[in-house]
């Protein structure tokens, strides 16, 4: 019987613009590590990482909680904690850990879930941080690549996404307020205007038409959102700027990485994807902020590792 397994989950970017909770992207810019170890009793966990360590308020913790009493077990766990992704940024920080916690969960209780009950699990982690479920993030950790998540019952769609499609992330150094999602879900329209919602379904659409003929044109030309991105932009320093400048460098479409304040240029690989990376720090300069900007494809899901 294994006692102890480890799981690695990649970052991800959520919405793509129009696909406001439902599309996910794992990508390979940053990774969490969780390890899960079977203890006689109790949740416990174990960071050296600036994160809640009760397992109430803890991604993880709140996973392993909700999988222990669904499938009744009555080991304790201990969780290990090694943070990649940074937290508060749109690049799916709080589902890195909920993912690999999930899986690695599956693994040591060999319970064989499937992929659409891994995501449900997982999402409960989301609660930690966005106050509210939302299973775009998570699904693409754990599954990797492009996940279109449809809701009421729970099933994930994933496509493969063309080989040479890019991303270009720029993470701003900025203070991000706590419970950022929560904040940033707050300021979201609760109700749209029938254009905007034919605009952006039309985008949408296009965007998966896109992963499913592998043009990372047509994806990166369809990243145009009239209804959330406008109301959140104003929370991000000089979006506007990033935005126009990664346009004008080459970049196919450009928004909000999650719900910010990371921003996310879509390109290809045959593109000058260190001009679009550039013109988008200088967009940050422009009101005196630094950012790291980060060349990434499509990732893997969560997967075991093996040492
Ligand atoms: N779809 C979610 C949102 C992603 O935009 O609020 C949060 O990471």
Same mark, same amino acid.
């Given at each position: 019987?294994?006692?102890?397994?480890?799981?690695?989950?990649?970052?991800?970017?959520?919405?793509?613009?129009?696909?406001?909770?439902?599309?996910?992207?794992?990508?390979?810019?940053?990774?969490?590590?969780?390890?899960?170890?079977?203890?006689?009793?109790?949740?416990?966990?174990?960071?050296?990482?600036?994160?809640?360590?009760?397992?109430?308020?803890?991604?993880?913790? &709140?996973?392993?909680?909700?999988?222990?009493?669904?499938?009744?077990?009555?080991?304790?766990?201990?969780?290990?904690?090694?943070?990649?992704?940074?937290?508060?940024?749109?690049?799916?920080?709080?589902?890195?850990?909920?993912?690999?916690?999930?899986?690695?969960?599956?693994?040591?209780?060999?319970?064989?879930?499937?992929?659409?009950?891994?995501?449900?699990?997982? $999402?409960?982690?989301?609660?930690?941080?966005?106050?509210?479920?939302?299973?775009?993030?998570?699904?693409?950790?754990?599954?990797? $690549?492009?996940?279109?998540?449809?809701?009421?019952?729970?099933?994930?769609?994933?496509?493969?996404?063309?080989?040479?499609?890019?991303?270009?992330?720029?993470?701003?150094?900025?203070?991000?307020?706590?419970?950022?999602?929560?904040?940033?879900?707050?300021?979201?329209?609760?109700?749209?205007?029938?254009?905007?919602?034919?605009?952006?379904?039309?985008?949408?659409?296009?965007?998966?038409?896109?992963?499913?003929?592998?043009?990372?044109?047509?994806?990166?030309?369809?990243?145009?959102?009239?209804?959330?991105?406008?109301?959140?932009?104003?929370?991000?320093?000089?979006?506007?700027?990033?935005?126009?400048?990664? &346009?004008?460098?080459?970049?196919?479409?450009?928004?909000?990485?999650?719900?910010?304040?990371?921003?996310?240029?879509?390109?290809?690989?045959?593109?000058?994807?260190?001009?679009?990376?550039?013109?988008?720090?200088?967009?940050?300069?422009?009101?005196?902020?630094?950012?790291?900007?980060?060349?990434?494809?499509?990732?893997?899901?969560?997967?075991?590792?093996?040492?």
């Amino acid at each position: 019987m294994v006692s102890k397994i480890t799981v690695k989950a990649p970052s991800s970017t959520a919405n793509l613009g129009p696909g406001f909770d439902t599309f996910g992207l794992a990508i390979d810019a940053f990774y969490d590590k969780v390890t899960l170890t079977k203890t006689k009793k109790g949740i416990s966990i174990i960071t050296d990482d600036n994160i809640p360590t009760n397992p109430e308020n803890n991604t993880a913790g &709140l996973v392993v909680k909700n999988m222990k009493k669904k499938f009744k077990i009555k080991n304790g766990i201990e969780i290990q904690i090694k943070k990649g992704i940074p937290a508060g940024f749109g690049m799916g920080s709080s589902a890195g850990s909920a993912a690999a916690t999930a899986v690695a969960f599956d693994k040591l209780f060999n319970l064989k879930l499937s992929s659409n009950q891994l995501v449900e699990f997982a $999402g409960f982690g989301e609660k930690a941080s966005a106050g509210t479920i939302h299973y775009d993030n998570v699904a693409a950790s754990v599954l990797g $690549g492009f996940v279109i998540v449809k809701t009421n019952p729970l099933n994930v769609i994933s496509i493969n996404s063309p080989t040479d499609l890019r991303m270009c992330v720029a993470v701003p150094k900025i203070d991000v307020p706590k419970k950022k999602t929560k904040v940033s879900r707050g300021v979201i329209p609760e109700k749209v205007k029938l254009v905007d919602s034919v605009q952006n379904l039309a985008n949408a659409s296009s965007i998966v038409a896109g992963f499913m003929k592998k043009d990372s044109e047509l994806i990166g030309n369809s990243i145009q959102d009239v209804i959330v991105e406008p109301a959140r932009q104003h929370m991000i320093p000089g979006y506007e700027k990033v935005k126009q400048n990664a &346009l004008k460098a080459g970049a196919f479409g450009v928004t909000i990485s999650g719900a910010g304040p990371s921003v996310i240029a879509f390109s290809k690989s045959s593109f000058d994807l260190k001009k679009i990376c550039s013109a988008m720090s200088k967009g940050f300069k422009s009101k005196n902020i630094d950012c790291q900007t980060i060349i990434c494809k499509p990732s893997k899901g969560a997967i075991h590792q093996k040492k």
